[in-house]
């Protein structure tokens, strides 16, 4: 049965702190709450981690971009609460909402896991703290994770630049490419598998658009190539392996990520992917 719980006390909150919970095990995470109270906002929140088996499952460089991916898939939002989301909002049945959800089981073999961020500088007062609750659901030894990589890119003037993910015997299953940024600097951004054409060079507007009439939110700063706008989850883009000439499987051999720019900049990208939680 779904239920919401409070996770342990939050250690080492303060001014200028790194964070820690720690999260019980024996339970399937489905979301993770952060609630912040008196001085402390949401906003003052980044470099938020998840740790699994003492191994990065998760980075957001700020809580704000974590913030715009939830906004975009529609879910609510508030300034004083950080929402860190394994479900898939618009999944047309239970196993698609939650494939990517966290079981922390020793059956999905998990022996630690722990969620850390660091705490920007606040006026400091009894009331300034912060409080973990998660959404979680029956025990589990399912180990699809969804995970979050993220890279950032440092542009001098207009370039077309490669966007490196993992592919082949390292490639998962990739949902979203987010890149955050001046978006009017983005003239589009092509994705090529092998020698088919995967998402081709599409304006941010257009996409955006696109995006729309499946009922996504476009954020300002934030262009999204959406593999799952339905949310069909079979229609992920397998960075794996892709089907040969002969009807049989074979690992996919070249990825080339285009992100193309008219000027120079600083553009934050992440990966959003379905894979399984034994991964490096």
């Excluded at 909402?97 to 705490?119: H, R, W």
């Excluded at 941010?204 to 799952?228: C, H, S, W």
Aim: proline share 4%; with cysteine; net charge neutral.
């Amino acid at each position: 049965m779904t239920r919401l719980i409070k996770l342990p006390q939050v250690e080492n909150v303060g001014i200028s702190q790194r964070a820690t919970v720690p999260i019980p095990l024996g339970r399937t995470y489905n979301k993770i709450f952060l609630f912040c109270e008196g001085n402390i906002t949401k906003a003052l929140l980044s470099n938020i981690v998840l740790n699994v088996n003492n191994g990065e499952k998760q980075r957001w460089k700020t809580s704000a971009h974590c913030h715009a991916l939830n906004a975009y898939k529609g879910n609510a939002t508030d300034a004083a609460i950080l929402e860190i989301d394994f479900t898939e909002r618009g999944g047309v049945d239970e196993a698609a909402k939650t494939m990517g959800c966290y079981a922390m089981t020793q059956e999905a073999g998990v022996q630690s896991a722990t969620l850390e961020f660091d705490i920007g500088v606040y006026v400091a007062s009894a009331a300034s703290k912060v409080i973990a609750m998660a959404e979680v659901d029956v025990p589990s030894r399912n180990t699809l994770i969804k995970r979050i990589r993220s890279s950032q890119k440092t542009l001098s003037g207009a370039v077309e630049e490669s966007i490196k993910i993992p592919y082949g015997k390292s490639g998962e299953q990739l949902q979203r490419l987010m890149v955050f940024g001046t978006l009017a600097s983005i003239n589009s951004i092509r994705v090529r598998r092998d020698d088919s054409e995967e998402f081709e060079t599409v304006p941010v507007a257009r996409n955006e658009f696109y995006q729309k009439t499946y009922g996504k939110v476009p954020q300002a700063g934030l262009m999204v190539v959406d593999f799952i706008p339905h949310s069909l989850m079979n229609h992920m883009l397998n960075t794996a392996l892709i089907m040969g000439s002969d009807g049989k499987p074979r690992p996919v051999e070249n990825l080339e990520i285009l992100l193309d720019v008219n000027a120079g900049g600083t553009f934050d990208i992440y990966a959003e992917t379905l894979t399984t939680s034994d991964r490096p």
